[in-house]
């Protein structure tokens, strides 16, 4: 089974600082690694996501994210944070499935309530 | 704008009844996933549709089916409802191959169905 841990269950951090929200996990094989952002009243968007290659991920909005197989992380990053970034955080995992009938849905996080302040 | 359609987005009702949710997958996704957000359990998968048949069931109760259609679209159907089903539903779509292997799509999310159960 797979499982995803947001250790926070909030962030609070001051605009124009970097922000960290973290992200461990847990898969069977290769990890297919997710990060989607839900504001309020709204669906999740979706961030970045880290299949193979460079550890470090480019997402939307100036989010990044690093993946650390020894440590089975995937912490979403910022250098500079805006008030505007404050949302809800999930962290999500696909494994990689080697039956075409065990399904391909994401499993999440709890979430992570980001809060930047002025 | 996802592409995701989902009606209605809010629905108020009694203890007891049955609800339909509908959803409307991006343009060309043959997958279609529902997802339930509760504040105590987070994003919990429900179930998944693949080209009108059901691909992978998550923590769907018994009272709950789904359903897709030749057309593509899904209804998550809810019966004899109990406060506890009150929350957010969300239909998410991707591509999907057909096959585990090679498939990195993430999910598009709709805006949700919002239930409250009186």
């Known amino acids: 089974a797979q499982s995803v841990a947001q250790p926070e269950d909030q962030v609070n951090v001051a605009e124009g600082n970097p922000l960290t929200v973290k992200c461990t996990y847990s898969v069977s094989g290769n990890p297919y690694l997710f990060w989607y952002v839900q504001y309020p009243n709204r669906g999740l968007q979706f961030l970045l996501k880290y299949i193979t290659g460079d550890n470090l991920v480019k997402g939307s909005y100036g989010f990044e994210a690093e993946f650390n197989k020894s440590q089975t992380s995937f912490h979403l990053k910022k250098p500079s944070a805006l008030v505007s970034d404050s949302a809800l955080y999930f962290c999500a995992v696909r494994g990689l499935f080697m039956n075409n009938n065990a399904g391909n849905m994401l499993t999440f996080g709890g979430g992570t309530r980001l809060m930047v302040k002025p | 704008d996802s592409g995701v359609t989902q009606t209605p987005k809010h629905l108020i009702t009694a203890t007891g009844q049955r609800v339909t949710l509908r959803c409307s997958p991006r343009?060309?996704?043959?997958?279609v996933y529902w997802y339930q957000q509760s504040l105590d359990q987070g994003l919990q998968f429900l179930i998944q549709y693949y080209n009108g048949e059901e691909r992978a069931k998550g923590n769907i109760l018994e009272r709950f089916s789904a359903q897709q259609f030749p057309d593509l679209h899904s209804e998550l159907n809810l019966s004899s409802l109990e406060l506890g089903d009150s929350a957010l539903y969300f239909c998410a779509s991707s591509v999907e191959s057909g096959g585990a292997l090679g498939d990195t799509g993430e999910l598009f999310f709709g805006e949700g169905s919002r239930l409250t159960v009186l």
């Open positions: 343009s060309g996704d043959l997958s």
